[in-house]
């Protein structure tokens, strides 16, 4: 039986055991098939405040993982395949019939990018494949874009990346854009743009030196064609990783978790969300650090029993 248990060890789950070990609460931290989360697949990071001359992902994330052990929090890798959350203690199965117990639960599960699924590109994350536009950017400066999608977070990174890029292609396999009608309007109004409508992506294309292009099939002829680039942004969509949830945990109809503004509460009391998880809109690593923390000490007082979470009711 833990006190706390949190499920999750990118910077918002890290930063929450940092804090409840050195409340002396003595966390368990459940490592699951990524550990570090997003942050490890990528390479420099250059606007977490504290490292002027930036950080590589992997680094940031095994130092927070160091703090958090240097204060007591235990680690165990595994995949939780259900919760009951229908009574406290809390009862978390994972994969091999195992059953551990806590008082307390701290989501931070994050979510996983969309990818394509096609031939090189995951071979090529962090030598030109990425899914993040306002971490990787800086690194394209004067060199060749695509940005594949067609919804909003498409037509955002494609207008934000047109900062660094000498040319921006925007590649979507359908004709119409699914995108809101203003964020359509920003990106067609911006001259950098260019639009490949109608183009399935087949396969990422690279060299020794990273990626060289795009090989795509005109759906209209059918044909393939290559658009050269240095940089292939995948912007189709994130996963919030809660289903192993089973739906005891509210959500939006995009499966992130609904936290009580202001705070890390969610609809059960006693279970916390932190980190993009419960982030659809900010998704920066350190606004899930930040989101970490809060969860850490809205768990805390909770175990002090300073806190009655009656706020549910009011969401209807
Ligand atoms: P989204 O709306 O689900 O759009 C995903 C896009 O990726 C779609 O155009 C889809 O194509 C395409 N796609 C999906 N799978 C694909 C595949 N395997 N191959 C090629 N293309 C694929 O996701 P999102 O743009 O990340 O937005 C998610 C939510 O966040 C939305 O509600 C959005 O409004 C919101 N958001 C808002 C803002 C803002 O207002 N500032 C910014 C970002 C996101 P199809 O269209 O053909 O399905």
């Known amino acids: 039986m833990y006190k706390s248990v949190i499920i999750g060890t990118g910077p918002a789950g890290l930063t929450a055991a940092i804090y409840l070990a050195r409340a002396n609460l003595n966390p368990l931290v ?36 160091k703090q958090a052990e240097r204060f007591g929090a235990q680690f165990r890798s595994g995949w939780i395949n259900s919760v009951d959350l229908s009574k406290r203690p809390f009862t978390l199965s994972l994969e091999g019939g195992e059953t551990l117990q806590a008082e307390t639960l701290i989501i931070s599960t994050g979510a996983s990018a969309k990818y394509l699924g096609i031939p090189g590109e995951k071979d090529n994350v962090g030598r030109g494949v990425s899914t993040c536009a306002t971490c990787d950017g800086f690194f394209f400066r ?6 594949v999608g067609g919804g909003d977070s498409a037509m955002e990174e494609a207008n934000f990346l047109t900062r660094f890029a000498s040319e921006l292609t925007l590649v979507h396999r359908r004709d119409e854009l699914r995108a809101s009608k203003i964020m359509q ?17 087949l396969e990422v294309l690279s060299g020794e030196n990273g990626v060289t292009g795009l090989k795509v099939r005109n759906n209209e002829t ?66 899930a650090a930040g989101s970490g923390c809060m969860a850490a ?16 009711v009011s969401l209807g």
């Open 222 to 287: 059918g044909e393939e064609e290559i658009i050269e680039a240095q940089g292939v942004f995948v912007a189709i969509g994130h996963t919030p990783n809660t289903k192993f949830l089973g739906g005891q945990v509210e959500t939006d109809e995009h499966g992130y978790i609904i936290t009580k503004p202001g705070s890390s509460e969610t609809n059960v009391p006693g279970v916390f969300a932190c980190g993009d998880v419960q982030d659809n809109k900010y998704r920066q690593a350190i606004t």
């Open 30 to 65: 459940i490592e699951g098939p990524e550990p570090g989360g997003q942050l490890t697949t990528t390479t420099e990071v250059e606007n977490f405040p504290g490292f002027p001359e930036g950080i590589m992902g992997p680094e940031l994330m095994a130092n927070m993982r």
């Open 142 to 147: 004067g060199k060749k874009i695509i940005v």
């Open 297 to 312: 000490l809205d768990c805390e007082k909770f175990l002090e029993g300073a806190v009655t979470q009656d706020w549910s």
């Open 185 to 201: 309007d920003r990106a067609r109004e911006n001259p950098k743009i260019s639009w490949s409508l109608n183009r399935t992506p």
